[in-house]
């Protein structure tokens, strides 16, 4: 069966850090891959999409960056944070047909102090 | 682009009870893909019913229903003898049958279920 790993849950990091959150699946090859945040009390928004090694899509400008540097690893980075980059961000992975759902990691709490 | 919007930021609801939640989307496309997700406060998203566009037919899980009004853009969800395990914030989303599933979401409903 498939599955998901995203760590770390939780994170509290300075303004001016960098920033790494690892996202792997298993059980599964060439999925989809994407980064939503979430912030309190909201929606999720979109940040990056992958459907391939090496291929990032940005859906909205900002802070941070993406990379898959395997096909089942999706990292989400960033070389300096704001305080505007505290969320919640959750890693999702599916198999590329709309109709198949997306499945979720457990989500990081990244707290920029 | 897409948008998805819910118009409930938060409900409540007896245990046993129906409840219903509302979700209005913009779309030009013809064929797509309606979601209800799941977030309890563990924050795992679950997915609880899906519909095709092209299905006239409402989509039935146990418990959970849609009203899907493709020319009114709405789809609703309705949990019928809800149950303490249903409270959690529930988002609707919106998946174009072109580019990579990317999912478009609405603010969420927050429901509670009170016993």
């Given at each position: 069966?498939?599955t998901?790993?995203?760590?770390?849950?939780?994170l509290?990091?300075?303004?001016?850090?960098?920033?790494s959150?690892?996202?792997?699946?298993?059980?599964?090859?060439?999925p989809?891959?994407y980064?939503?945040?979430?912030?309190?009390?909201r929606?999720?928004?979109?940040?990056?999409?992958?459907?391939?090694?090496?291929?990032?899509s940005?859906?909205?400008?900002?802070?941070?960056?993406a990379?898959?540097?395997?096909?089942?690893?999706?990292?989400?980075?960033?070389k300096?944070l704001?305080?505007?980059?505290?969320?919640?961000?959750?890693?999702?992975?599916?198999?590329?047909?709309?109709?198949?759902?997306?499945?979720?990691?457990?989500?990081t709490?990244?707290?920029?102090? | 682009?897409?948008?998805?919007?819910?118009?409930?930021?938060?409900?409540?609801?007896?245990?046993?009870?129906?409840?219903?939640?509302?979700?209005?989307?913009d779309t030009?496309?013809n064929?797509?893909y309606?979601?209800?997700?799941?977030?309890?406060?563990?924050?795992?998203?679950?997915?609880?019913?899906?519909?095709?566009?092209y299905?006239?037919?409402?989509?039935?899980?146990?418990?959970?229903?849609?009203?899907?009004?493709?020319?009114?853009k709405?789809?609703?969800l309705?949990?019928?003898?809800?149950q303490?395990?249903?409270?959690?914030?529930?988002f609707?989303?919106?998946?174009?049958l072109?580019?990579?599933?990317?999912?478009?979401f609405?603010?969420?409903?927050?429901?509670?279920?009170?016993?």
């Amino acid at each position: 069966s498939q599955t998901i790993h995203q760590w770390p849950a939780t994170l509290v990091q300075p303004v001016g850090s960098p920033l790494s959150l690892e996202c792997t699946v298993e059980g599964t090859s060439n999925p989809n891959l994407y980064w939503y945040r979430q912030a309190a009390g909201r929606g999720l928004q979109l940040l990056f999409y992958s459907v391939g090694i090496g291929q990032i899509s940005s859906e909205v400008p900002q802070n941070l960056s993406a990379s898959r540097p395997q096909d089942r690893q999706f990292i989400l980075s960033s070389k300096k944070l704001l305080l505007s980059d505290s969320g919640f961000y959750l890693c999702a992975w599916s198999g590329g047909h709309p109709n198949t759902e997306a499945f979720f990691g457990q989500g990081t709490r990244l707290t920029v102090v | 682009a897409q948008t998805v919007t819910q118009s409930q930021p938060e409900m409540s609801v007896q245990e046993a009870e129906t409840v219903t939640l509302s979700c209005t989307y913009d779309t030009s496309e013809n064929n797509y893909y309606l979601f209800w997700y799941k977030q309890p406060p563990s924050r795992q998203m679950i997915l609880v019913i899906r519909q095709e566009a092209y299905k006239q037919q409402n989509a039935t899980e146990n418990r959970f229903s849609v009203n899907f009004q493709k020319a009114a853009k709405s789809f609703s969800l309705k949990i019928s003898d809800s149950q303490l395990g249903d409270t959690a914030m529930y988002f609707c989303a919106f998946a174009s049958l072109q580019g990579a599933q990317k999912l478009v979401f609405g603010q969420g409903t927050r429901l509670t279920i009170n016993p």
